[in-house]
Structure formats: structure tokens, C-alpha cells
């Protein structure tokens, strides 16, 4: 984390690292690897009894099960050679892809790998009860930001000129017919001040505050922000005069506009009324309060008593029973990742994150499994993957597997995050003489204690998979 300015210019000269321009629409997800002759990897048992109805299974295609409406630009992310999209029955699923379904353990086929969801929050996903199955549930952090700093951008704009008031006062003067009469003559009751030149300061740098912070550097204006768990890729991408502080008041102070784009965490050390009583008696009189984040992070009785007393202004993207109708405040009905672009962002990144894991094991982005970067590997290693629980004595028995059936690792990763551990291991296929099986390795590394499933990465999409049910070894 990089939490100040000294500490972000010193990373900045020291590093090699330089921030990525691309959108999600690039993202670069390496392809299936091409079996090389002499390897084995599938070994149904015909006993997939348990994985539902086989009809309308398509060998060589991973099948991905989509809820809800998704984007058919996100969709168009699978290839149809390697992919069986459908909304319909998908009871051999490898992937389920979904928006706002509320999905139930029993939509979840033992053959489902991962669950994506196109958006940031996940609770319409039971995630704990998938990582106890196994099972990585990725969301689209970053997707909608562009949209939401859009409307940041625009609210600005609305706290600085009497937009609002000025359109509601041409319908009535139209009802009236007095539109070309009166305008002239009423327009100087409708004055506002300009964005450039003015102090911006924004509470949380992350994927929407740093892009509002660039936004607003090219607007002319001066910009302060203040985020103690500041990451290094938003650091990267901040304006090069941002000035970091180390508290909410030394942001807000002075501040003519105060962004605010931060969780909404509930509870002891939470998020909840972060801008109350004592943080509004440090802005300036006449400061714009913008929050797109979430309502419950405004304390509205004291945001009302600030209105109330001067020229301040609240913009809004949340319902406000106080507010809702103050002068001084504009409510919109959260309007902020409402656009096509966000939509078609959050599902191309979601497809991007399913293809990657399916075809490659790594994980990124996932609210409940652990960040697992993968080198490339050459078209001759089998990856082996394995998710087991995060216990003791695992990962020696794993390795200890390869060993025993003459299995030489080239790489070997595990990571863990909470209850759960996730193995990544490289097998050189190049030193065996006929056809190299892994059968008998994956059944044994399956049903170690703790192991929880396995994939060998390897030739056709789909295969591979085996699962510890209970004691029972599922393939
Ligand atoms: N209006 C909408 O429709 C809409 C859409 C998307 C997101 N949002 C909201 O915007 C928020 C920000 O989104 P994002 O994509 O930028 O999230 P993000 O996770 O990329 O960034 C949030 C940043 O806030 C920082 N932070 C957390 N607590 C803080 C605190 N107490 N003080 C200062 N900084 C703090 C974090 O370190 C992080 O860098 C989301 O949490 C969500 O509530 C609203």
C-alpha cells in the first residue's frame, strides 16, 4: 500500500512498473494448450450419474451456464469453437455467468468450476458455501468505474451551475408561454461558478476515485485525495500533482468539491455515516458534497443542518428520505453504472475471468479464492490444479504423488485465503517414454484428506475434472 505522496514518488522513480492503458475489451486470454501426442488425460468412468442429464452435453466444449440478460458483447468473449454458451438446461455446466439472480446451491452442478458475476457485489451468490464446495466466485471490480466517474464528473457540474433549476423554470415558463419573454430577465437568478481552477479533494482512490482524480487534473482543477489502503495499480494511475494526505478532514478542508468513493461497510470500524457532524464542520460553507458511492455513508441529518446553513451543495446518487427535496441537494435514482458501455465492460470482464481460469488455472479478481498469477507455460507441460482446504500436511502428500508415479514438477504454486488453498503444478510430459496417464495421480491427489477437486489443464475443454465428494471420488 502506498500511503503518501513521498512514499508514491519513490515507487513511481524506482519502479519499472508502468500502468496499463488497455481496457477489458483487450484482455489477453491464452488459449487451450495443444496436446501433445502420448498424453492421456480424460478417464471418465462413464459414472457421471451424478452431473445430470448428458443429452445435450457437447464433448470438446466447455458449456457455460448464463442467468439472467447478459451482454452479447460479453458473451461474444467465448469462442463458439471452445464454448457452449446457454441460458437454458446446462446440468453439466463447467462455468455459470450471472447478474442479479439470486443463485441457490442446487443451480450449481458438481461440474461447475467457477461462478462469475457481472458486477462488483456478490451477495445474490451463496460464496461461502461455494468455497466449502470449492469452487472461485469472481466478480468485475473496476468494470463500472468509468460510467460512475462519468456521473461524478456531471454532478460537479450540476452542484456548480443551477442546471436543474434552470431546466424546471423553462418548463414552467413554457407551460406558460413566457419562455422567450421572461428568459433574459430571469437568467441571472440561475448563476454558478466554473469547475477550473477549483479544489477537488477525493475520499478514496480506487478504481472511480483515481479516474475522477485524472479526470478532473485535465478539468484545471487542483486535486487532494486521501485513501489509506491506496493500491499500487490506482497509485500508478493518479495525476502526477495529486497532493495525499493522511485524513478525511485534512481532504475536505478547503475543499470546494468533496468526492466521496469508498465501500459502504457496516458495523464497529465501518464505513457507516463516515461524513457526519464532525467531518462536515471542516468543509468550506459553499462545498459540494458528491456521492456516488453509497447513501449510508452521509449522516443526512448532519448533511441537512450544513445545507441549511449555507451555500453548500449535496449531489447524490442514492435515495434520501431527508434530502430528497432540499434546495441545496440533487438526488438522482442511482443512476451510475446504468449505461450500456458499463454493462457490456462488466460481462466482457466476467467471460475474460471465466476463460482465464478455465483454460489457464490462474485467478484473478475472485471475492473468495486467492490471487494466482501463472507464467506461461510451453504446449508440453500438463497443468495440474488443485483446491484443497488450507490444512496442514496437503501439499506434501500432493507432491509426494507426483513423485511416486515418476511425475517430474517444473513450477509449483500454492496460495491460500482463509479455509481455502489452491495449488497450481507444471508436469513436464517430455522424459516418458508411451503414453503418460494421469489417471492414477489424479485419483490419488483427489482423494487425499482435505482435497477438495482437481483439473489436469491439458488438450480438450471440459476434461479433466475430479472432485472428492465426500470421501467418494468423482470424475
Ligand atoms: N453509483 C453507483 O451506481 C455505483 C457503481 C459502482 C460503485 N459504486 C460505489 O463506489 C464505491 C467505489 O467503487 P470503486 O470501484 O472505486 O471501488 P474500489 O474498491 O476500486 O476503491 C475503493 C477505495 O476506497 C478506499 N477506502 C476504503 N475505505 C476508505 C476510507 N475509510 N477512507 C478512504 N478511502 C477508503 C479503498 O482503499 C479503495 O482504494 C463502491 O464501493 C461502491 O459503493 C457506486
Redesign the pocket.
Known sequence: MISSRAALDKFMRSSTVRATTSRFNNVVVRTKSTPVQGVQVEHGRGVWKTYGDLSNYKQGKYQIKTFNKISPIGLARFPEEDYDVRSGEAANAHAILLRSHKLQEEDVPKTVRAIARCG?GTNNIPVARMTELGIPVFNT??A??N??KE?VLCGMLLGSRKIVDGVNHMKELGAQGLARERVEKDKATFGGQEIMGKTLAI???????SMTARDAQALGMTVKG??????VQ?ALTLPKDLELVDS?TAAVAGADYISI?????KGEGG?HG?IGKEVISHFSPNAVLLN???GELVDSAAMKEFLDGGDGRYVS?FPDDLLWDHQNAIILP?????TEEAEDAAASMAADTIRTYLETGEIKNSVNFPDTSLDERPDTNVRFTVVNKNVPGALAKITEAFASEGLNILQQINHSRGEIAYNVLDIDTTKHEGVLEFKNVQEKITMVDGVISTRVIYGQPGQGYAKNIDGEYFI
Open positions: 462488483a471490480p473496476g463500472n468505474a460510467a460512475v456521473l475520499i478514496g482512490l480506487g478504481h472511480i476515485g486521501y485513501d489509506p489502503g491506496l493500491t490506482s478525511i468513493n469508498i465501500p459502504y461497510i464505513t463516515i456516488f458511492a453509497r446518487d442511482h443512476l451510475g453504472a446504468s
